[in-house]
Structures are given as structure tokens and as C-alpha cells.
């Protein structure tokens, strides 16, 4: 059985970059043991010698010429942004 | 009857001798639209200005030649349209009016002058078997509005399904596009991965996705295939391998073809109404003339568990990009950058997609990373050898698409792991990255759709679509119609 913590549920939440609520946290407690515990049916697999499997395509790094195109432009890429200023996205102060 | 219900080759013929327009066409969708929407909710933004102009544009050219010439076509709303409206079902790019571009599906669709009606619904950014995970209206299935169209490109097979479009585009990571297609009784294609390019497709679990067709009819599927297909630049997974015409594949002939039929697709939990579809779908291919065999994928039951781990894990680094910074919506409660970042995706994100982040975020986190997504790759090997090793002797592999037909709005919403069971005969399909239909194969007692998976080798949906059509040409079931209704539909 997995056992997964509260305070493990907040600190993926916190790495997730999610704000949960206590609630949340507690319901999340619950489904994320189960969920876990499900998946470690995949332990009754002996997998030692077995390659993991990323891709399942054998493709290979594709890289092309560092040539400057036209894309989109500056006043463009601006215009879904919730917030912005002088052509910049303006977020929240970083700092305290 | 509704001129969807014709061909794309009939009514390319139609427009052709000028028995009909490119107008009356976009207007048979909206004005089908406007009669079940309000019902099915297949639509989350409508084109329909655009869609009529670019119509008498169309009907005023002399040049008529491209192959999907005036068909209009739904677009699964994980899929960027440029200047229109993009939410992936998500409260997070409720705001999202004006994508830059086109993903490069939709510029392939456009060079053909498909006529693009409306963006369609689905579970929040693909992650649902049944579009409840919505966070606009739920589809429901029109074969019977009290049950799911299933999911998650559930607006994508709906639509198709009650005549609004004539064919339509969604994607599919475990299931997406064969699932919401043998619920709504329509055909669904996932391709190979690599087939399709992915470029403009919101990610979800880069490794599985795959944009596909929902159509009608099996025809129709090779055709919106035949363009959709192919190499791209802009996605440096997409394969470089020829796009071979697979409309040319429909012979009707599947003398010799060899089936093998997994012991675990017929196994237990698979509905008896299910099982015995299939069953008589073997015997009609028996009496074309071809031949099928038992086999097992003994590693089948894991997959499920190993597509959660896999596909969640990628999720939880490609939402990472919904920050509240250059596009959707920010929260306006919070103190700092770090602040904002939370309360912008608690506020935009729905229960699912928080709880596959958690998931995903766990299962990459340190310490724990061997345990759960390293196994789960090596298990994903296992699961694609046992498709290979069927495939050196077995032309397709045939079962059901789901162990059940549609089940009823609300049924399984509290308990997630009963919702993820239902992928569990599509799911092993897209961790090998083989192509698999789903083509209609019957109707349950309720009168719900069953639909019939037909899975083949890699890059080989010739003889997926030759396989599928074959049953179809032999069958009535595909001409089945739905009437939108309550319990009685």
C-alpha cells in the first residue's frame, strides 16, 4: 500500500505550482494512494534486463541551420498577454 | 436525409455538376447546429461568419480541384486555430481569442479549403474518457442525451455523430479519438504516432499524441487522412515516411487477411452485448474470407497502470507552460510571482488536471522517479513487444474499443480509477504507437453504438482502413442513424 502523506500532497502541490485547500489537500491524500497503490501492480513485473522505452519510433535528434526567419512579431506575441508594458510582460514583484 | 450523409467523393460530385453549393453545405451544419446544440453541446466557439464568406468565395471560384473542397469540418479545441478562440476546454484560455497561427493540421485542412465551422468540445485539456471534465457544458451523446459521448474528443465524435459537421479532427493519448467514436456509433482513426505532425496541438503527453480523423464512414477517414498526414518541420517527431494514398487501399478484399484476436481484449469486465458484437463481426470477416486466431498480449493488464504513470508524468512538465504570463487567464489575487503562478492555475484548471499534475509531479519527484516512471517505461516495452511479436505472424489485431457502451452522465465522476478502466483495451495501442480504428459494429439492448477496434503495424493503415472498410461495405451499421432525445432516443 502506498502511503502517501498530507504533507507530501502539499509539497507536489508546492513543486506543482498548485494552491490547494486543506480539503483538497486531504481529498488528493486519498485519491493519490489509490492511484499509486494501483500502479505498483506494476512491480509484480520483473523488468531488470528490460530497456525503457521513451520513444517508439527510432527518431533521431533532428537539428537544422541556426538561420534567423520571420515568425511573429513583437506587437504579436504581446497580444494575449494579461498583462504588459513598453512591448514587456509585467508580472508581480519577484521580491518581497 | 441530411447531405451529411452522403460521401466526400458524392458530394464532391454534387458540387462538381453544381447540384449543390459550398454554402448550402456550411449551412446544412449550422443550421444543424442550431437544432440539437442547445442539446448535444458539441461546439464551444462557432466560425460562422467567416465559414459563410469563405463558402461564397469558394462557390465563386472556378477552380474546384483540391480534395476536400468545400467540406465543412469541426476541429477538436486542443488544436490551435489562428484568430480563433483556443480553449482546450479549460477556464485557464477561457480568454484565449486570438491564437498566432495554425497548427499545421488546420494549414493542410485550409490548402484543401475545408470550410472550418466551430471548435469542439472537450475533457479539459484531453485528459477524460466521458467530456464531463468539461469546465464548459458536457457534451452528451446523441444516440441518448442522458449518456456521455465518451472522451476526450467527445464534441469531435458528437458532432459527427448528429450531423453537424461532415467530418471532424480530435487527438488521442489513450484513447481519445476510438473511444468518443465507438460511443457515438462514427469512425475513428488514431494513426501511427509520427504519422501526423503535432505542431499546434496543446501537448499533452507528447510521447502518445496523435491527431486523427472522425468521420462517417471508413472512406471518408482515408481521405481526411491522405491530407493530414505526412512529415513536418515544425514537429520534430512527426516520421519521414511517404503518405501513400489510402483511399486506394478500399478494395473490398480481405481474402487471406490473418486476425489475431487477444484472449485479454474478451476477458473479463468486457460487456456480453460487447463480446458478442465482436464475435459476429469475426464471422462476417470469416465469411469474407479471412482468418482469425487467439492470441494474447499478456502484458494488457498493465498497461493501464503504466499509461497513468507515463502520460501524467509528461503532463506535469507540458502544462508546466500555463503560467498567467503571455497568454489565459491570471489570477487578480495575487501578492507575488510565485503567488500568481498558484493561484492562476488553481483558479483556471479543473479537478482532473490538478490531480494528473500531482500525479505527474510525484511520480518525476526525487527519489522516486526509478520507482514509478522508469518502471513504467520498461513496462511500456514490454507491452510494445508483445505487439510486435503478434505482428510477425497476424496481419491486424481485432477486439472491442471499449469493454462497455456508453455509460450514463455522472456514473463515474467520483471514482477515478473506474474512469481510467475504460481505456484499458485502447490505451496498450497508443503506448505501442501503433494505428487502431474504431469502426461501428453493432448497437446494445439500450440502443447504444458498439464500436469494433481494428489495430495494425506501424505506418500500415492501408490495411487498417482495407480491414475496416471491408466490414463496413458488409454491414448496415454505419447507416444507422441518431435521434436526439431523453431516455427514450
Known sequence: MADISKDQVKHVAHLARLDITEEEAEMFTDQLSSIITYAEQLNELDTTDVEPTTHVLDIKNVLRKDEPKKWITQEEAMKNAPDQKDGQYRVPSILE | MSLFDYTIKELEAKLHINEITVQELVETSYQRIKEVDGDVHAFLTLNEEQAIAYAKQLDESSERNKSLFGMPAGVKDNIVTKALRTTCASQFLDNFNDPLYNATVV??????QVVTIGKLNMDEFAMGSSNENSSYEPTRNPWNTDYVPGGSSGGSAASVAAGEVLFSLGSDTGGSIRQPA??????GLKPTYGRVSRFGLVAFASSLDQIGPITRNV????????????????DSTSADVEVPAYTEALTGDVRGLKIAVPKEYLAEGVDPEVKQSVLEALKVYESLGATWEEVSLPHSKYAVAAYYLLSSSEASANLARFDGVRYGVRSENADNMIDMFKKSRSEGFGEEVKRRIMLGTFALSSGYYDAYYKKAQKVRTLIKNDFDSIFETYDVVIGPTTPTPAFKIGEKV??????????IITIPVNLAGVPGISVPCGFSEKGLPIGLQIIGKH??????????HAYEQATDH???RPQLGGANA
Request: with cysteine; net charge negative; aromatic share 8%.
Open chain 2, 219 to 234: 472512406e471518408d477517414n482515408a481521405r481526411v487522412l491522405e491530407v493530414i498526414a505526412g512529415h513536418d518541420p515544425m
Open chain 2, 478 to 480: 454505419h447507416k444507422q
Open chain 2, 459 to 468: 505506418f500500415d493503415e492501408n490495411t487498417v482502413f482495407r480491414a475496416a
Open chain 2, 107 to 112: 494549414e493542410k485542412l485550409n490548402n484543401e
Open chain 2, 182 to 187: 465507438a460511443f457515438c456509433g462514427v469512425v
Open chain 2, 414 to 423: 467520483d471514482d477515478p480509477l473506474t474512469m481510467y478502466a475504460n481505456d
